[in-house]
């Protein structure tokens, strides 16, 4: 079982920036993909970046040249920087780690943590 604490939310005006960290207790090196995904009010979970075994990135249309997703691998850590904030970022920000067993995905959540931007 992986346990994942992200660590990072508040409030900001918009055009500020955040730094969410996602703090794992097992290794991440391991892992297929570690991702942040959030999840506004009435809205489903999107995927905002994420990060695949051999460095290669993902991210929303909508983050793109604004957000950038890194991993420390000897920290066990995943972190999302986040620039130039606009309000429609407003969301539940979630890590997410997938770990491939025999080819089928298994997913791990934190328990997220909230990002408020004012216009």
């Known amino acids: 079982q992986v346990r994942l604490v992200e660590s990072g939310g508040g409030l900001v005006q918009a055009g500020g920036s955040l730094r969410l960290s996602c703090a794992s207790s097992?290794?991440?090196?391991?892992?297929?993909?570690m991702g942040w995904y959030r999840q506004a009010p009435g809205n489903q979970r999107e995927l905002v970046a994420r990060v695949i075994i051999g460095g290669s990135t993902d991210y929303a249309d909508s983050v793109k040249d604004r957000f950038t997703i890194s991993r420390d691998n000897a920290k066990n850590t995943v972190y999302l920087q986040m620039n130039s904030l606009k309000p429609e970022d407003t969301a539940v920000y979630y890590c997410?780690?997938?770990?491939?067993?025999?080819?089928?995905?298994?997913?791990?959540w934190g328990q997220g943590t909230q990002v408020t931007v004012s216009s």
């Open positions: 997410n780690a997938e770990r491939l067993i025999m080819g089928v995905p298994f997913n791990y």
């Open positions: 097992g290794s991440i090196f391991s892992m297929n993909a």
